[in-house]
Nanobody, 119 residues
């Protein structure tokens, strides 16, 4: 019922920038928390960034000051601006949306988009 469609990503050289976008369709669960995750082959999916209902933001430590998460107030769209990219950032990135207003439950996921950083 809820669909998340991602766009952006691609190939960039070390130090370059990319912007990922995510749009929610279907039942949109207005303002529920959304986030970005990434998963490399053979590794567990890891948290990247989160935009909560109140607008607060959290980032994983590896992000440093390189990535910025943003979205509209209703959480129908979500973006991840990625700067100063490194080869180790190469992987699939996923947007996700919580299906609960009382807790963060990432039950809705995008299809994934590839980010490749060449060295």
């Amino acid at each position: 019922q809820v669909q998340l469609v991602q766009s952006g990503g691609g190939l960039v050289q070390t130090g370059g920038s990319l912007r990922l976008s995510c749009a929610v369709s279907g039942r949109r669960y207005s303002d529920y928390t959304m986030g970005w995750f990434r998963q490399a082959p053979g590794k567990e999916r890891e948290f990247v960034a989160q935009l909560a209902r109140d607008g607060s933001m959290w980032y994983q430590d590896f992000v440093g000051d390189r990535f910025i998460i943003s979205g509209d107030s209703a959480r129908y769209t979500l973006s991840l601006q990625m700067n100063s990219l490194k080869p180790e950032d190469t992987t699939l990135y996923y947007c996700a949306k919580s299906s609960s207003s009382n807790s963060v439950r990432y039950d809705w996921w995008g299809q994934g988009t590839q980010v490749t950083v060449s060295s």
